[in-house]
């Protein structure tokens, strides 16, 4: 599986973006898909992930209520809503595909190349 992340930006505090990962290659319905991001000297870190069909889905504790993540297996895309943003929001945001919905980076098989987040006070 190829991915291939989009959509990030500056964008302001309380501001929203919208992000993108397109997968091509093997059967992206077949794979859990998961965003992490990773800031300035630290530890690439779990955003969110959902499941193969969409049904399942969980969040960190500091997006929650704030970010949604959502699926179109038609399209080959996987989304990251992020609204109410916050400067800690800022990183660099990687989509990531497995069999797996952890939050455990190690556990995923492929990712993306990453798109940034810059989000000002």
């Known amino acids: 599986v190829q991915l291939q992340a989009s959509g990030g930006g500056l964008v302001q505090a309380g501001g929203s973006l919208r992000l993108s990962c397109a997968a091509s290659?093997?059967?992206?319905?077949?794979?859990?898909m998961g965003w992490f991001r990773q800031a300035p000297g630290k530890e690439r870190e779990f955003v969110a992930a959902?499941?193969?069909?969409?049904?399942?889905?969980h969040y960190a504790d500091s997006v929650k209520g704030r970010f949604t993540i959502s699926r179109d297996n038609a399209k080959n895309t996987v989304y990251l809503q992020m609204n109410s943003l916050k400067p800690d929001d800022t990183a660099v945001y990687f989509c990531?595909?497995?069999?797996?919905?952890?939050?455990?980076?190690?556990?995923?098989?492929?990712w993306g190349q990453g798109t940034q987040v810059t989000v000002s006070s």
């Open positions: 990531a595909a497995g069999k797996t919905t952890s939050s455990r980076p190690g556990l995923y098989d492929y």
């Open positions: 959902i499941s193969w069909s969409g049904g399942s889905t």
């Open positions: 290659g093997r059967t992206f319905s077949f794979y859990d």
